[in-house]
């Protein structure tokens, strides 16, 4: 039994690791003719999600060490996708915002991935569609509650 699970946990680590290949970022660097790799993609998405969040709630929600994302988000002011503004209510709290120009790549980029997404699904049968939903949803939410338990 232990080696079984073993056995299916190698393969599907290299399943994640291979459709993450496929969803990645370089079909959407090519559509949109900018420079911007997967991390900074990632985190102008939870900013923009976030609307306007403390660099401590982006680390969180992000999983990304706060010194890390700071190179991040410095990359991202740079590009004029976020700035960055002092919270009015306490000066020492920093907190990033996305910019329009930010705004519209996030956009950009959720329209890209969701078309790749659609293209795909296409080629499945309606039945097929519905069994991956499903198992990625209960996938989803058992790593969910481990992550949460692990807290």
Same mark, same amino acid.
Request: avoid cysteine.
């Given at each position: 039994?232990?080696?079984?699970?073993?056995?299916?946990? #190698?393969?599907?680590?290299?399943?994640? +690791?291979? *459709?993450? %290949? $496929?969803? @990645?970022?370089?079909?959407?660097?090519? !559509?949109?003719?900018?420079?911007?790799?997967?991390?900074?993609?990632?985190?102008?998405?939870?900013?923009? #999600?976030?609307?306007?969040?403390?660099? +401590?709630? *982006?680390? %969180? $929600?992000? @999983?990304?060490?706060?010194?890390?994302? !700071?190179?991040?988000?410095?990359?991202?002011?740079?590009?004029?996708?976020?700035?960055?503004?002092?919270?009015?209510?306490?000066?020492?709290?920093?907190?990033?915002?996305?910019?329009?120009? @930010?705004?519209?790549?996030?956009?950009?980029?959720?329209?890209?991935?969701?078309?790749?997404?659609?293209?795909?699904?296409?080629?499945?049968?309606?039945?097929?569609?519905?069994?991956?939903?499903?198992?990625?949803?209960?996938?989803?939410?058992?790593?969910?509650?481990?992550?949460?338990?692990?807290?």
């Amino acid at each position: 039994m232990e080696e079984e699970v073993q056995r299916e946990a #190698i393969i599907l680590d290299e399943l994640i +690791s291979n *459709l993450a %290949k $496929v969803f @990645g970022m370089k079909e959407i660097d090519d !559509t949109l003719d900018i420079e911007i790799n997967f991390a900074q993609a990632q985190v102008l998405r939870q900013i923009y #999600i976030l609307k306007e969040p403390k660099m +401590s709630e *982006l680390g %969180k $929600v992000t @999983g990304i060490q706060l010194s890390t994302l !700071t190179r991040i988000v410095d990359k991202l002011v740079q590009k004029e996708f976020v700035m960055r503004k002092t919270d009015p209510l306490d000066r020492r709290v920093v907190r990033v915002s996305v910019t329009s120009l @930010g705004e519209k790549i996030i956009k950009k980029i959720e329209e890209t991935k969701r078309k790749k997404i659609a293209s795909i699904l296409r080629k499945l049968t309606p039945d097929e569609r519905k069994k991956i939903l499903q198992v990625l949803q209960v996938l989803y939410k058992r790593i969910s509650n481990e992550v949460k338990n692990e807290s």
